[in-house]
């Protein structure tokens, strides 16, 4: 008898599952929503990061909203009997208690007697179904919501039974996608021969396993991407990158650097390799990297790896593991130190402690990393391979400071920028802040409970997940940062009132524009919502920063100089092109139907022209009192005109909130259009010295303090467009002498070089 056929036998003739009375005792006997995850990893029970710190932060958040928490370890041989030390789970078990746990009928011990050790996949995925039943026939009035990660397809049999009615419409199923096997093998360069057929069923688990799911996620867009080369179907799957912890201060009181022993000269600096010492981690490379430094810069330096020793997968290098590796590569030539037994938070707080430290993270492919969530949010220096996942995580979290990208892979690329920084050490990075960072995570958990069964949280909004929606676009793919993402869809939902328009003037590819749509879609004050929301772009590819922008995306390399991306702009608002006009073309040509407007968002004030236009036609139709403008490019450098403008502007526009790197205000007083003269050729012919003054005095008051080199670089910018090179260079120093050579000064300052001459260091 096959496996199928039995698991439809276990359907047609109830075999009931239970857990034996011991442990039935032990469950709560009241109606709660109940929430299986099944996993492989744990943070806090086993030492490692990844899934396992993505599941503990899942449930402490999901346990606060009053969920019951199980937990279903898999590939270990730990018993729990289901006890919990964590007060946020409530029980504990590992797939292979199931006999000892479980009131296993014939059929179920049948299934299992026929599976040999190298079948572990097959019958962890029964065990767990096991589990799963049990959970399910004793909480029966309750939703019930399981989670897989997509690794070795686990959840196979679980997903088979719901789709066959066993499970019951109460429960839930979900996939998250981490690492799936065919990616696993391809990243660490290891083509399978022997034990391919074993490999090739699991490739086939996985990918069942996140088809047909009730829920999948995939956390970034250039995973989603590598799957659907493989021949994965994608479309009804969302993407959802996962809550992240948010590092503590270092605890003074409890330091690891008491703990471990580094012999750490006072005079070296700490260059850390943050991550599984694997070939998939880019170990090899980083090796290699080191190697290339010199011995000059050999002595300055002291390698920390911080990782799990493990076996090399490599033939070249087989039998060795990592450890033995970097002893015969490194030892006698380089001061090193490997750390492989430390928890996730353990290595957190130790490199927090060595700051200023340099880290390397160098993987050649990832998919959605947490070292780059958790290393973005230390004042370190950071190397990264410029690779998809990577991006997409320090983008998250707005950790553009500090960082230096590398080709993946390419041991010189990555010795010259560990080069570069050493040179620049030490470097005190601008971090992005906690209240930023807990909204982020408050978001992110909210858009994952919508989708969840809707009995768990019935205040919660709902919508099922469109096929044709691709979140990637509102929420990392586009020149919006997170909290503006975050501001508009909350602002479109919650303060919206349809007195006005909505305006996105420079829309790219949307991340803005949905983020409107998708809270105006929620908006119950307003009723009249079809084409409310008005995008305009001239939709032509400009590489020099569109494509360091799509990296590791679905359109990577699709657009040349030239091309028009209209098409994909409209694919990714197909979901809600009902609310939404687009202007294809010039603005300044195009202009304004006259409406009154109520949300003004300006990301296209990239001339003088421009800003003259977009004030012209827009300014005269806000709503006093009512109307917000947005200016996104409100801290970068070259825009300095923007500055001058808000200055001018003051009278009648309060300052509202700032967005990270974007400011919005409201206007409050009637704006006299005709005598405020913009109609001039240049800005110059109408601001004094004096006004430029005044103007970026005001800027670096409203400005958040990490963004005020921004400030004082676009300062700098405004006496070089006006041509006073000697006043610019001025500046600069006084920039240099107050905030130092960080964020966008470097930029300005070889602006200035090229034209102008050096400016001296």
Same mark, same amino acid.
């Given at each position: 008898?096959?496996?199928?056929?039995?698991?439809?036998?276990?359907?047609?003739?109830?075999?009931?599952?239970?857990?034996?009375?011991?442990?039935?005792?032990?469950?709560?006997?009241?109606?709660?929503?109940?929430?299986?995850?099944?996993?492989?990893?744990?943070?806090?029970?086993?030492?490692?990061?990844?899934?396992?710190?993505?599941?503990?932060?899942?449930?402490?958040?999901?346990?606060?909203?009053?969920?019951?928490? +199980?937990?279903?370890?898999?590939?270990?041989?730990?018993?729990?009997?289901?006890?919990?030390?964590?007060?946020?789970?409530?029980?504990?078990?590992?797939?292979?208690?199931?006999?000892?746990?479980?009131?296993?009928?014939?059929?179920?011990?049948?299934?299992?007697?026929?599976?040999?050790?190298?079948?572990?996949?097959?019958?962890?995925?029964?065990?767990?179904?096991?589990?799963?039943?049990?959970?399910?026939?004793?909480?029966?009035?309750?939703?019930?919501?399981?989670?897989?990660?997509?690794?070795?397809?686990?959840?196979?049999? @679980?997903?088979?039974?719901?789709?066959?009615?066993?499970?019951?419409?109460?429960?839930? @199923?979900?996939?998250?996608?981490?690492?799936?096997?065919?990616?696993?093998?391809?990243?660490?360069?290891?083509?399978? +021969?022997?034990?391919?057929?074993?490999?090739?069923?699991?490739?086939?688990?996985?990918?069942?396993?996140?088809?047909?799911?009730?829920?999948?996620?995939?956390?970034?867009?250039?995973?989603?991407?590598?799957?659907?080369?493989?021949?994965?179907?994608?479309?009804?799957?969302?993407?959802?990158?996962?809550?992240?912890?948010?590092?503590?201060?270092?605890?003074?009181?409890?330091?690891?650097?008491?703990?471990?022993?580094?012999?750490?000269?006072?005079?070296? +600096?700490?260059?850390?390799?943050?991550?599984?010492?694997?070939?998939?981690?880019?170990?090899?490379?980083? +090796?290699?990297?080191?190697?290339?430094?010199?011995?000059?810069?050999?002595?300055?330096?002291?390698?920390?790896?911080?990782?799990?020793?493990?076996?090399?997968?490599?033939?070249?290098?087989?039998?060795?593991?990592?450890?033995?590796?970097?002893?015969?590569?490194?030892?006698?030539?380089?001061?090193?130190?490997?750390?492989?037994?430390?928890?996730?938070?353990?290595?957190?707080?130790?490199?927090?402690?060595?700051?200023?430290?340099?880290?390397?993270?160098?993987?050649?492919?990832?998919?959605?990393?947490?070292?780059?969530?958790?290393?973005?949010?230390?004042?370190?220096?950071?190397?990264?391979?410029?690779?998809?996942?990577?991006?997409?995580?320090?983008?998250?979290?707005?950790?553009?400071?500090?960082?230096?990208?590398?080709?993946?892979?390419?041991?010189?690329?990555?010795?010259?920028?560990?080069?570069?920084?050493?040179?620049?050490?030490?470097?005190?990075?601008?971090?992005?802040?906690?209240?930023?960072?807990?909204?982020?995570?408050?978001?992110?958990?909210?858009?994952?409970?919508?989708?969840?069964?809707?009995?768990?949280?019935?205040?919660?909004?709902?919508?099922?997940?469109?096929?044709?929606?691709?979140?990637?676009?509102?929420?990392?793919?586009?020149?919006?940062?997170?909290?503006?993402?975050?501001?508009?869809?909350?602002?479109?939902?919650?303060?919206?009132?349809?007195?006005?328009?909505?305006?996105?003037?420079?829309?790219?590819?949307?991340?803005?524009?949905?983020?409107?749509?998708?809270?105006?879609?929620?908006?119950?004050?307003?009723?009249?919502?079809?084409?409310?929301?008005?995008?305009?772009?001239?939709?032509?590819?400009?590489?020099?920063?569109?494509?360091?922008?799509?990296?590791?995306?679905?359109?990577?390399?699709?657009?040349?100089?030239?091309?028009?991306?209209?098409?994909?702009?409209?694919?990714?608002?197909?979901?809600?092109?009902?609310?939404?006009?687009?202007?294809?073309?010039?603005?300044?040509?195009?202009?304004?139907?006259?409406?009154?407007?109520?949300?003004?968002?300006?990301?296209?004030?990239?001339?003088?022209?421009?800003?003259?236009?977009?004030?012209?036609?827009?300014?005269?139709?806000?709503?006093?009192?009512?109307?917000?403008?947005?200016?996104?490019?409100?801290?970068?450098?070259? @825009?300095?005109?923007?500055?001058?403008?808000?200055?001018?502007?003051?009278?009648?526009?309060?300052?509202?909130?700032?967005?990270?790197?974007?400011?919005?205000?409201?206007?409050?007083?009637?704006?006299?259009?005709?005598?405020?003269?913009?109609?001039?050729?240049?800005?110059?012919?109408?601001?004094?010295?004096?006004?430029?003054?005044?103007?970026?005095?005001?800027?670096?008051?409203?400005?958040?303090?990490?963004?005020?080199?921004?400030?004082?670089?676009?300062?700098?910018?405004?006496?070089?467009?006006?041509?006073?090179?000697?006043?610019?260079?001025?500046?600069?120093?006084?920039?240099?002498?107050?905030?130092?050579?960080?964020?966008?000064?470097?930029?300005?300052?070889?602006?200035?070089?090229?034209?102008?001459?050096?400016?001296?260091?």
């Amino acid at each position: 008898m096959n496996q199928l056929t039995l698991l439809n036998e276990i359907s047609a003739n109830n075999f009931a599952l239970s857990f034996q009375p011991y442990f039935l005792g032990k469950l709560s006997q009241s109606i709660e929503p109940v929430v299986i995850l099944v996993t492989p990893e744990y943070e806090g029970l086993f030492r490692n990061g990844g899934i396992g710190t993505y599941y503990a932060t899942l449930s402490q958040k999901l346990a606060a909203q009053g969920a019951y928490i +199980i937990l279903i370890l898999s590939q270990t041989q730990k018993e729990f009997h289901g006890e919990s030390t964590l007060p946020h789970i409530r029980h504990i078990f590992s797939a292979s208690e199931a006999q000892q746990v479980l009131e296993l009928q014939s059929v179920h011990l049948a299934i299992l007697s026929q599976f040999k050790q190298w079948d572990w996949v097959e019958s962890e995925s029964y065990k767990i179904l096991f589990f799963i039943q049990a959970i399910a026939a004793h909480f029966t009035q309750s939703p019930i919501y399981v989670e897989f990660p997509d690794l070795c397809g686990l959840g196979y049999r @679980t997903i088979q039974a719901k789709r066959s009615g066993l499970l019951g419409k109460n429960c839930t @199923t979900a996939v998250t996608m981490h690492s799936g096997q065919e990616w696993l093998n391809e990243a660490h360069e290891k083509y399978i +021969i022997e034990g391919g057929n074993w490999f090739r069923n699991v490739y086939n688990y996985e990918q069942y396993s996140f088809e047909n799911a009730d829920l999948a996620f995939f956390l970034s867009s250039f995973m989603a991407a590598k799957v659907k080369s493989y021949g994965w179907k994608t479309s009804h799957a969302v993407h959802l990158p996962y809550c992240f912890p948010i590092v503590p201060p270092v605890d003074k009181n409890r330091p690891m650097l008491g703990k471990v022993s580094l012999n750490l000269k006072r005079e070296q +600096i700490p260059i850390v390799f943050f991550g599984r010492l694997e070939e998939r981690k880019g170990l090899l490379t980083f +090796i290699d990297a080191i190697q290339q430094l010199g011995k000059k810069i050999s002595q300055q330096i002291h390698i920390i790896f911080l990782g799990k020793n493990v076996p090399l997968h490599s033939i070249k290098l087989q039998p060795q593991d990592s450890q033995q590796y970097i002893q015969q590569e490194l030892g006698g030539k380089f001061d090193y130190t490997i750390l492989s037994d430390l928890f996730s938070q353990e290595a957190i707080t130790l490199v927090h402690e060595l700051a200023p430290a340099i880290v390397c993270l160098t993987s050649p492919q990832e998919n959605f990393p947490n070292s780059s969530l958790e290393m973005g949010q230390l004042p370190v220096s950071l190397v990264v391979s410029n690779t998809g996942g990577f991006r997409e995580t320090l983008n998250w979290i707005d950790r553009s400071n500090g960082v230096r990208w590398f080709n993946p892979g390419n041991p010189q690329s990555l010795a010259c920028e560990i080069a570069n920084a050493i040179t620049a050490y030490p470097e005190t990075p601008i971090l992005p802040l906690n209240a930023f960072l807990e909204q982020v995570n408050q978001w992110l958990f909210n858009q994952r409970i919508e989708y969840m069964n809707p009995a768990f949280f019935p205040t919660s909004p709902t919508r099922n997940p469109s096929s044709n929606e691709d979140l990637s676009t509102s929420l990392l793919l586009g020149m919006t940062a997170a909290p503006e993402q975050v501001f508009l869809q909350d602002y479109a939902q919650h303060e919206y009132s349809g007195k006005g328009e909505i305006i996105d003037l420079g829309c790219w590819l949307g991340s803005a524009t949905i983020s409107v749509a998708k809270g105006l879609e929620k908006n119950l004050k307003v009723t009249v919502k079809d084409k409310r929301i008005h995008a305009y772009d001239l939709f032509i590819w400009e590489p020099s920063y569109m494509d360091n922008c799509v990296k590791g995306t679905s359109i990577e390399g699709r657009y040349k100089q030239g091309d028009s991306f209209l098409d994909e702009f409209v694919r990714r608002i197909s979901s809600w092109s009902h609310s939404i006009s687009v202007y294809p073309g010039d603005v300044v040509k195009i202009g304004w139907n006259q409406r009154p407007i109520e949300y003004l968002f300006v990301d296209a004030m990239k001339s003088w022209e421009l800003t003259k236009s977009i004030f012209l036609n827009f300014y005269p139709h806000l709503i006093p009192i009512t109307s917000l403008i947005h200016y996104n490019d409100f801290a970068h450098f070259y @825009t300095a005109w923007i500055h001058l403008l808000i200055y001018k502007l003051k009278p009648y526009f309060k300052h509202h909130c700032n967005l990270y790197q974007a400011a919005v205000f409201q206007y409050v007083n009637p704006l006299p259009i005709d005598t405020l003269l913009l109609d001039q050729d240049t800005p110059f012919t109408i601001f004094s010295y004096e006004d430029i003054e005044r103007a970026f005095e005001y800027s670096l008051e409203i400005v958040i303090e990490e963004l005020r080199p921004n400030i004082a670089a676009a300062k700098v910018m405004a006496f070089i467009h006006w041509g006073d090179l000697k006043q610019a260079k001025r500046e600069l120093i006084q920039a240099r002498e107050k905030f130092g050579n960080i964020l966008e000064i470097p930029e300005v300052a070889k602006l200035l070089s090229t034209i102008g001459g050096e400016v001296d260091k």
